[in-house]
């Protein structure tokens, strides 16, 4: 009945749904994203990061910052989530309905118009199924089941379209340690793995510098580019924030740097060290140990917040290839730098603070900088 039940909460409106769950609140606890989830494995089965702890709601308001209130039994019962906007909020009511909880989830503008209807079914203190139902009418069913010790094993989805799949989940000791994603046809990817001791940034930072700056110059060396460098990036995206490493590689040519300078004799700046802006991706040849242990490194990242350290990793290997040389021809003026081009600081002044001060005059004099 969890479908029907879904459908019925288009009933509860946002002002029955706000004034049942936010009377149950007696605590509230904000994080920097999504901290507690009552859905089994959500964490893992979806590769979110757990939210970090925040000692209060953020004002001004933090695009993403959630807050989590509780009730008396320590059972969730409202989401909040903050938009860049004051007083913006998406929000979420649960509250208990026979055979299981309701959730409804609401957009952040003042109409506060529902965005999907959700029934939990929950048999003792576990929850076996949620039917989704969203505002264009959309279904989606997650059933979740669970071995003799009450451990997550397999979540099976079904939806729209030809969506049918299933997640295995695998634990040890100290909770999920892998999840696959199984497809009817039973192939199986490696979806979610908690990296092992020997496996992370941290253990693994020396290895991996020496592996990417060793695997950069052989890739540079089998593809030779067809004129001089002046440049080459390191980059990734905050799109790309479960892949961090090895980053994207990219070389720019006098080729397309004339053509940009000519181009854009005022803005050159904003393509010249933009590596998106570039032609000339280069891929790397990564040996089994050094791939397996970028993947690792990169869950390790994702998982626990660590980008500013994945930062210095990679400007570390962008600072060993300016040590040691890139094996092709270069300009005299060539650099070797690590960018995130989707920053708030431009590339450009990513650059700037990765070069000597006399690199830094000459670009400027140049219109370059």
């Known amino acids: 009945m969890s479908l029907e039940d879904a459908r019925a909460l288009a009933k509860w409106t946002y002002p029955l749904a706000k004034a049942e769950a936010e009377a149950r609140v007696v605590r509230w ?48 019962a409202v989401e909040r989530q903050q938009t860049e906007l004051p007083g913006a909020r998406y929000e979420t009511f649960y509250a208990a309905r026979p055979g299981g909880l309701a959730r409804r989830h609401f957009d952040y503008s003042p109409a506060k118009r529902p965005i999907n209807s959700a029934f939990l079914e929950v048999e003792g203190s576990r929850v076996t199924r949620i039917d989704t139902v969203y505002a264009g009418g959309r279904h989606l069913a997650e059933v979740f089941h669970h071995d003799a010790g009450g451990r997550l094993v397999e979540v099976e989805r079904t939806g729209p379209g030809d969506i049918h799949d299933f997640r295995d989940v695998e634990h040890d000791d100290h909770g999920i340690v892998r999840v696959y994603w199984r497809h009817l046809d039973g192939r199986r990817v490696l979806h979610y793995e908690r990296p092992a001791a020997d496996e992370t940034l941290a253990s693994g930072r020396a290895r991996i510098t020496a592996g990417l700056t060793r695997a950069i110059r052989e890739a540079l060396a089998a593809r030779p580019p067809t004129a001089e460098v002046y440049a080459l990036a390191l980059w990734w995206c905050e799109a790309e924030y479960q892949h961090r490493l090895p980053p994207n590689v990219a070389v720019g040519t006098v080729v397309e740097r004339d053509r940009f300078l000519a181009k854009h004799p005022t803005r050159a700046k904003v393509f010249l060290w933009n590596p998106a802006e570039w032609g000339n991706a280069l891929p790397l040849a990564l040996d089994a140990d050094l791939a397996r242990l970028c993947a690792t490194a990169s869950e390790d990242i994702w998982q626990n917040g660590l980008h500013a350290e994945a930062d210095v990793v990679v400007a570390t290997v962008a600072a060993e290839l300016r040590r040691v040389g890139l094996p092709v021809a270069t300009t005299a003026d060539v650099v070797t730098y690590a960018v995130q081009v989707d920053a708030r600081a431009s590339a450009a002044a990513q650059l700037s603070r990765q070069i000597t001060p006399a690199q830094r005059a000459a670009f400027k004099q140049r219109g370059m900088l």
């Open 29 to 76: 606890e904000w994080a920097d994203s999504t901290r507690w989830s009552l859905e089994p494995g959500y964490f893992e089965v979806h590769k979110y990061r757990r939210g970090a702890l925040l000692d209060v709601e953020p004002d001004p308001p933090f695009s993403g910052a959630h807050g989590h209130g509780f009730d008396v039994a320590g059972v969730l």
